[in-house]
């Protein structure tokens, strides 16, 4: 009798935490169940440089002769230049392309972890966050605040927060900002 009740109480425990860890969000079980699958360049930390292109005065951020990044101007370049270095990120990572709609950065295969001085980085929660669709559009949520937008694709939303789930994501971060030259996320 003593199994039983121990049984009883198991089976109704796990019952209630499965069913309380997929309540919030009805399609988080089938989201997290999908394959993920990255689409990321690799690059060396080590060899990049910043080189001036074009003549409006932009800037890349270069690994060779193949280009990473694209910057309006040179204090954004060399931000990003002082962000990669610093975390030693050697991918540059995309959702949705030849127009992601997402992106992130990683260091071999984990997250950036640690703060650079003067980042603008926002806080949000990886347990909390969702996917949602509002006015036809689709985006990842925690509680009430918007993190990012996916537009009409929801299977791009719905790896974003399978990516974000995985690295353990708690900032995201921005280079110039209200038109970010880059945007990446962290621990």
């Known amino acids: 009798m003593k199994n039983f009740l121990l049984f009883l109480i198991a089976f109704i425990a ?26 990321c360049v690799s690059f060396n930390p080590n060899n990049i440089e910043i080189v001036a292109f074009g003549i409006a005065g932009e800037y890349r951020i270069l690994d060779g002769n193949h280009a990473l990044f694209l910057f309006p101007n040179y204090t954004e ?13 050697n991918k540059s990572c995309f959702v949705g392309r030849p127009d992601p709609s997402f992106s992130y950065l990683l260091q071999d295969k984990s997250s950036p972890s640690g703060a650079v001085a003067g980042e603008d980085c926002l806080d949000f929660n990886p347990a909390t966050i969702k996917v949602v669709q509002i006015d036809g559009r689709w985006k990842i949520l925690d509680g009430s605040h918007w993190l990012f937008d996916f537009n009409t694709s929801k299977s791009e939303a719905e790896t974003a927060y399978k990516i974000i789930k995985k690295y353990g994501f708690t900032k995201s971060c921005y280079v110039g900002r209200p038109d970010p030259s880059l945007q990446y996320l962290r621990k």
């Open 14 to 39: 796990v019952s209630t935490i499965a069913n309380a860890q997929f309540s919030y969000n009805p399609n988080l079980k089938d989201i997290l169940l999908t394959p993920l699958q990255e689409d």
């Open 77 to 89: 370049a060399k931000k990003a230049y002082t962000i990669i270095t610093q975390y030693g990120v």
